[in-house]
Antibody
Framework: QVLLQESGPGLVKPSETLSLTCSVSGASITDHYWSWIRRPPGKGLEYIGYMSYGGSTNYNPSLKSRVSMSLDTSKNQFSLNVASVTTTDTAVYYCAKWRGDVLSDWGQGILVTVSS | DIVMTQSPDSLAVSLGERATINCKSS????????????LAWYQQKPGQPPKLLIY???TRESGVPDRFRGSGSGTDFTLTISSLQAEDVAVYYCHQYYSTPYTFGQGTKLEIK
């Protein structure tokens, strides 16, 4: 069974960088593609991007200039950074695993609030 | 970007009755080379992450009850719950993985009448 768990600060100040980590168990991060998705309060799901161990990355153009993702194979984790955050970045952030072409497994999600 | 539009935004159905949720994409998500529709449905209950129900528009995920059925092709898709159970109360999202940026519908909130 694949388990994903997001971690990171729940409160970030405007203009700072949001940094989250997803810890994976039950699968190797070198074998799959991984994504981040977020859900702002009262809104629907928004795709942030994906990456793979092989170096393939894709970021949503709406966030592209501010987003970066990375993998840590020694810890079987992957990470998300969103720079220069504003209140519109307040959301529940989910990490997720791709099974072939389908987003099959999701973490529980972590609420990140951007506020001074 | 492919825009996914669901209807209705909310739906109240009696226990044991049929629930139907529609999803329309702004362009086709049918890939002609393999004849597959790159369309999935997710169920999200309060405080939980989205759960994959259906992929390739009509393939039920392992463990998903057979009362959940996905149908449609091209730009028009439907999720049908044949006999609503209390545990089906949730928000349902359609999702296209045909082209990036991948996008989701706005969600349909399903409640018991």
């Amino acid at each position: 069974q694949v388990l994903l768990q997001e971690s990171g600060p729940g409160l970030v100040k405007p203009s700072e960088t949001l940094s989250l980590t997803c810890s994976v168990s039950g699968a190797s991060i070198t074998d799959h593609y991984w994504s981040w998705i977020r859900r702002p309060p009262g809104k629907g799901l928004e795709y942030i991007g994906y990456m793979s161990y092989g170096g393939s990355t894709n970021y949503n153009p709406s966030l592209k200039s501010r987003v970066s993702m990375s993998l840590d194979t020694s810890k079987n984790q992957f990470s998300l950074n969103v720079a220069s955050v504003t209140t519109t970045d307040t959301a529940v952030y989910y990490c997720a695993k791709w099974r072939g072409d389908v987003l099959s497994d999701w973490g529980q999600g972590i609420l990140v609030t951007v506020s001074s | 970007d492919i825009v996914m539009t669901q209807s209705p935004d909310s739906l109240a159905v009696s226990l044991g009755e049929r629930a139907t949720i529609n999803c329309k994409s702004s362009q086709s998500v049918l890939y002609s080379s393999n004849n597959k529709n790159y369309l999935a449905w997710y169920q999200q209950k309060p405080g939980q992450p989205p759960k994959l129900l259906i992929y390739w528009a009509s393939t039920r995920e392992s463990g998903v009850p057979d009362r959940f059925r996905g149908s449609g092709s091209g730009t028009d898709f439907t999720l049908t719950i044949s006999s609503l159970q209390a545990e089906d109360v949730a928000v349902y999202y359609c999702h296209q993985y045909y082209s990036t940026p991948y996008t989701f519908g706005q969600g349909t909130k399903l409640e018991i009448k």
